[in-house]
């Protein structure tokens, strides 16, 4: 089993400002992406919700058919009942039989005309389903069209900017190997709880670099001693001189370049 690497204090707070550097850098590439990936998704929901709506409009669509075939159907049967009655009074004997006779056919005629009113308002809101469905239909097709922009959109970027997110996070996953588990949860914890996600800050002109506090000398002394991790009492932000921030930086410069 290989041996656990110690690193010292100024080690660990080199490898902590080179993550925050990494991090940083990662966070800016992903700002080019800016909202695109929601947006994306969001389109890609409205689409979907699109397809929804215009199936559910297709499937009523199908059951008025089947509704009209069905009063059609039903047209069909009173007619053939129509005539079975009439030539049924042609033979009857008696004037109830005719009558009855009369009553069935006059039913089946007013059977005809419910199903025939039953059928136009069918028809009037097929009509008005139609409408719906090309105003969908067209509102989709736009979605569609602006989705296929945005999706193209966000390849690019990502095509411009994987490769190197993909490097960079490896150069963060090595920088975190040399820091102790506490000191990077408490790196990730400060680095979630600021806009910028600045976790760790050199100390510039007296006060740690965004804010105007003026940190004390004796705590500057100590700063740069590198002997212990210091946090600002203000923002809660780990400090580095600004000596070791500037050789870090060139070092990186250095590193991304090359990437």
Do not use: C, W
């Not at 008025?64 to 079975?84: G, R, T």
């Not at 069935?104 to 469905?133: D, F, H, W």
């Amino acid at each position: 089993m290989a041996k656990k690497v110690e690193y010292s204090v100024e080690e660990r707070l080199r490898a902590l400002y080179d993550l925050q550097l990494v991090d940083s850098r990662i966070d800016k590439l992903r700002s080019v992406r800016g909202e695109l990936p929601l947006e994306v998704k969001d389109l890609e929901d409205e689409v979907s919700g699109l397809d929804v709506r215009i199936s559910k409009i297709q499937s009523e669509l199908d059951e008025f058919q089947n509704e009209i075939k069905e009063k059609l159907n039903k047209i069909e049967e009173s007619k053939a009942l129509i005539k079975k009655y009439n030539d049924q009074q042609k033979n009857v004997r008696n004037n109830r039989a005719f009558e009855s006779l009369s009553k069935e056919i006059e039913y089946q005629e007013l059977e005809i005309e419910y199903a025939e009113k039953q059928i136009n308002e069918l028809k009037a809101q097929i009509e008005q389903k139609n409408e719906k469905l090309s105003e969908t239909n067209q509102i989709k097709d736009e979605r569609s069209s602006h989705l296929e922009h945005k999706k193209n959109e966000l390849n690019a970027i990502m095509k411009e900017t994987e490769k190197e997110e993909v490097e960079l996070l490896k150069k963060s996953d090595d920088f975190q190997s040399k820091i102790d588990e506490s000191l990077l949860k408490s790196y990730l914890k400060i680095r979630s709880s600021v806009k910028n996600g600045l976790a760790v800050v050199p100390v510039e002109r007296g006060a740690s670099a965004g804010s105007f506090f003026i940190i004390p000398p004796q705590v500057q002394l100590d700063i740069a001693s590198r002997k212990k991790f210091i946090t600002d009492e203000y923002s809660g932000r780990i400090l580095v001189d600004k000596e070791l921030a500037d050789e870090e930086n060139e070092k990186m410069d250095k590193i991304f370049t090359a990437i």
